[in-house]
Antibody, heavy 123, light 107 residues
Framework: QLRLQESGPGLVKPSETLSLTCFVSGDSIEGSSQYWGWVRQPPGMGLECVGT???????FYNPSLRSRVTISVDTSKNQFSLKLKSVTAADTSVYFCARLHGGPTALSPFDSWGQGTLVTVSS | EIVMTQSPATLSVSSGERATLSCRASQTVGSSLAWYQQRPGQAPRLLIY???TRATGIPARFSGSGSGTQFTLTISSLQSEDFAVYYC?????????FGQGTRLEIK
């Protein structure tokens, strides 16, 4: 059974870099022929797609975050990661990692999700 | 950028009754429209994709319809576990915007 688990600091200082990793079990990132991605949700608010990545390392980003975000993949560890630099309080959110539905499409519905991790940006 | 607008913001319905949730796109999204359910403290769960295809394990009481810019999620007979927040999402182009959500509450 597919399981995704986010890991990383729950508190990041303003102007620093937010770093999260998603550990995947029950499926192979390289063998799945699917994209994997990050979605965030500010407390009490709606959902925002951050970006997606393929096992080859090809990544696509939300245009509003593109200048600050990097999503990478490590197939040897079956995990993928998110880095968001120069964070502000507006980046405080629950961050979910997820698998995209269907074939190798960079933008498609997210069909399996991690439980999410709250990252607070505060000094 | 495509903007997704959901209505109403809150919908109060009794158990066993039908609920109809709406989602409008600011421009056509073709059939690239999905619906999610999010219960408090949980991750979203994919219900519907391609406007009307139920995801794996989703009960038949959930159905989706629409085309172009106007879409509907219908829950035919509400169960207690259906009271949650529902989001639509377009995935025809980046950034794959979600609607702001409809909270479905018990009347």
């Amino acid at each position: 059974q597919l399981r995704l688990q986010e890991s990383g600091p729950g508190l990041v200082k303003p102007s620093e870099t937010l770093s999260l990793t998603c550990f995947v079990s029950g499926d192979s990132i390289e063998g799945s022929s699917q994209y994997w991605g990050w979605v965030r949700q500010p407390p009490g608010m709606g959902l925002e797609c951050v970006g997606t990545v393929y096992y080859t390392g090809t990544a696509f980003y939300n245009p509003s975050l593109r200048s600050r975000v990097t999503i990478s993949v490590d197939t040897s560890k079956n995990q993928f990661s998110l880095k968001l630099k120069s964070v502000t309080a507006a980046d405080t959110s629950v961050y979910f990692c997820a698998r995209l539905h269907g074939g190798p499409t960079a933008l498609s519905p997210f069909d399996s999700w991690g439980q999410g991790t709250l990252v607070t940006v505060s000094s | 950028e495509i903007v997704m607008t959901q209505s109403p913001a809150t919908l109060s319905v009794s158990s066993g009754e039908r609920a109809t949730l709406s989602c409008r796109a600011s421009q056509t999204v073709g059939s690239s429209l999905a619906w999610y359910q999010q219960r408090p403290g949980q991750a979203p769960r994919l219900l519907i994709y391609g406007v009307s295809t139920r995801a794996t394990g989703i009960p038949a009481r959930f159905s989706g319809s629409g085309s172009g810019t106007q879409f509907t999620l219908t829950i035919s007979s509400l169960q207690s576990e259906d009271f949650a927040v529902y989001y639509c999402q377009q995935y025809i182009n980046w950034p794959g915007a979600f609607g702001q959500g409809t909270r479905l509450e018990i009347k």
